[in-house]
């Protein structure tokens, strides 16, 4: 069974542009969730995304979004990048509303120069 | 709100000795409670949860956790650690309602010297 995957590994940027990061969930895991973890710190949570609908969200500015697609695989898109968003990106999938454990992919490491 | 705890930046352990790392919670309904680790450069792997039933709960790699509600702690204990154990800790709680979402703690930095 193919885990998580996300893609890319690495996303360099510089302060303003714009970030996409994707997310293939576990074959048959309808929700996806995302976190940032910036260096040596815990996981904040960013959104979470159940057949389609965001359920839940975190505290974080509107330039932070996302959509799921109907394969449920996931994007997370950041505008007008700021420094402070250097961070490695987690995404994770679960079967169903979230009751049961989440699978985390290796996430994406993006840099703002 | 839920959240939770985990008080311990970072847990030292001598190989053979048992470990324990520190999780408490609080939520308005009935508590979902998850451990997991994480290695450099990778994301997390889950270790054991508790829904609901026995106290004592058994994970993967030899781990435990033992659910406390009246003190509303979640500990992870192992008996006897390994140096590869060594890597960051998470504890996450999420409360019955279906919108809920997963808090994590701060994470634990577990170092077992050989």
């Known amino acids: 069974e193919a885990g998580v995957t996300q893609s890319p590994t690495h996303l360099i940027k510089t302060r303003g542009q714009q970030a996409t990061l994707r997310c293939s969930p576990i074959s048959g895991h309808t929700s996806v969730y995302w976190y940032q973890q910036a260096l040596g710190l815990g996981l904040q949570f960013l959104l979470w995304y159940d057949e389609g609908e965001e359920r839940n969200r975190g505290n974080f500015p509107p330039r932070f979004s996302g959509r799921q697609f109907p394969n449920y695989s996931s994007e997370l898109n950041v505008n007008a990048l700021e420094l402070e968003d250097s961070a490695l990106y987690l995404c994770a999938s679960s079967p169903g509303t979230g009751f049961q454990p989440q699978h985390f992919g290796d996430g994406t490491r993006l840099s703002i120069l | 709100a839920q959240s939770v705890a985990q008080p311990e930046d970072q847990v030292n352990v001598a190989e053979g000795n048992p470990l324990t790392v520190k999780c408490t919670y609080s939520?308005?309904?009935?508590?979902?409670l998850f451990w997991y680790v994480q290695y450099p450069n990778r994301g997390l792997q889950f270790l054991l949860k508790?829904?609901?039933?026995?106290?004592l709960v058994k994970g993967s790699y030899g781990f435990e956790a033992e659910f406390n509600k009246s003190q509303t702690s979640f500990h992870l204990k192992k008996p006897s650690a390994l140096v590869s154990d060594s890597a960051l800790y998470f504890c996450?709680?999420?409360?019955?309602?279906?919108?809920?979402?997963?808090?994590f703690g701060s994470g634990t930095r577990l170092s077992i010297r050989p």
């Open positions: 939520v308005s309904g009935n508590p979902y």
């Open positions: 996450a709680v999420r409360d019955d309602s279906s919108a809920s979402k997963i808090i």
């Open positions: 508790y829904i609901t039933g026995d106290n």
